[in-house]
């Protein structure tokens, strides 16, 4: 019974509770940031984040999101899109600047990147595993570690795109993981010595 408690108490306390919160909201804080070497940032909190946004034709957007320790970026979440031109695209860099141009672009210096909307048909869906595979990019498999990352956000359409994306952080699980089976397995031991 002890250890039942003991490892509910640690799973309790490995996992946390979830909440949501937003990273950015064009209609309450401005435009993103243009500027790749000054993005506007924002910090991922435990749960689901919300960014909201919207794009046009000369409207490119950096923004820095910091992952913080013992969290991890699971999923992106491509949750709406609306707008003339179907399609639009998301980059990724490691680091507190988008050290690539707009024009000229060099993808081996990118994490990942994507094209989302309804054109590539992703809304709904998450993206992160797309972005990971961004052909002639670094590459990553998810989820992403702690630590700064620069996001290049763009739609060339004319008439301006809304979008919404929803980034789903969670905590890193192996150090929780071990301590669940190790008192997993100190019950067990203990059982064994008891018969």
Not at 23 to 37: A, C, P, T, Y
Not at 152 to 158: D, F, M, P, R, Y
Request: with cysteine; proline share 6%; aromatic share 10%.
């Amino acid at each position: 019974m002890t250890t039942r408690i003991t490892t509910a108490a640690l799973l309790l306390t490995c996992f946390g509770i979830a909440h949501a919160s937003v990273i950015w909201d064009e209609d309450l804080q401005g435009d993103i940031s243009n500027d790749r070497f000054n993005p506007s940032v924002g910090t991922m909190t435990l749960g689901s984040n919300f960014l909201f946004a919207t794009s046009k034709q000369g409207d490119r957007e950096y923004i820095r999101i910091d992952i913080p320790d013992g969290m991890q970026l699971e999923k992106l979440m491509m949750e709406h899109y609306h707008g003339d031109d179907l399609t639009a695209f998301i980059a990724i860099q490691a680091g507190t600047t988008f050290t690539e141009p707009p024009t000229g672009t060099n993808v081996a210096n990118l994490l990942g990147y994507t094209h989302f909307g309804p054109g590539p048909g992703n809304v709904g869906t998450d993206i992160l595993d797309d972005m990971g595979t961004g052909q002639g990019a670094i590459g990553f498999v998810p989820p992403l570690n702690a630590g700064p990352y620069t996001y290049w956000i763009q739609q060339t359409g004319v008439n301006p795109a809304h979008y919404h994306f929803e980034f789903i952080v969670g905590t890193v699980p192996e150090p929780c993981t071990m301590a669940v089976l190790g008192v997993a397995g100190l019950a067990f031991l203990r059982r064994r010595r008891q018969r």
